[in-house]
């Protein structure tokens, strides 16, 4: 089955590619894969300290898959797969990539001005072309509707 690889976050970016992966995958038969990443800590605090920031980290990634598979299922009708991984983003869609032959496309979208993003710099930038997949882009400042109507 073609799959649509999303990584989900906080950003609202990331809701406009979970929305076009959803719909293109309503459209082709295809699924969704929903990723939330867990980044590794900048710093190593006393044990319970430690304990209690990871948890909460979990908890909010889990909060995240949780809500984006609702929108996928109520959005597009499909039932999506949910993770949660924890490591360096790049590395972390890499591996999630080369474990699942289903993945078809990695969908990232763009800030709405500025910058991108660090995985859409990446995937687009110096290991663009090592991935088994093309990398699908949405613009972060399209319009819904014009989303609505590509996907």
């Known amino acids: 089955m073609r799959t649509y690889l999303v990584v989900i976050d906080d950003s609202p970016e990331a809701s406009l ?7 293109r995958a309503a459209r082709t038969g295809g699924g969704v894969m929903v990723l939330a990443i867990i980044p590794p800590q900048d710093f190593v605090a006393f044990g319970g300290v430690q304990a ?9 990634a889990e909060t995240l898959v949780s809500a984006a598979a609702d929108t996928v299922q109520q959005e597009a009708n499909v039932t999506p797969q949910i993770m949660v991984r924890q490591g360096k983003p790049a590395e972390v869609v890499c591996q999630v990539i080369a474990e699942n032959d289903e993945v078809a496309a ?16 990446h995937f687009t930038g110096q290991d663009a072309g090592t991935l ?15 989303l609505d109507a590509l996907s």
Not at 52 to 60: D, S
């Open 17 to 23: 590619a979970l929305r076009f992966a959803a719909r």
């Open 52 to 60: 209690t920031i990871e948890a909460e980290a979990r908890e909010h």
């Open 106 to 121: 990695l969908v990232l979208a763009t800030a709405a001005s500025g910058a991108p993003g660090p995985l859409v710099a």
């Open 132 to 146: 088994p997949c093309p990398v699908m882009l949405v613009p972060g400042g399209i319009d819904i509707a014009r």
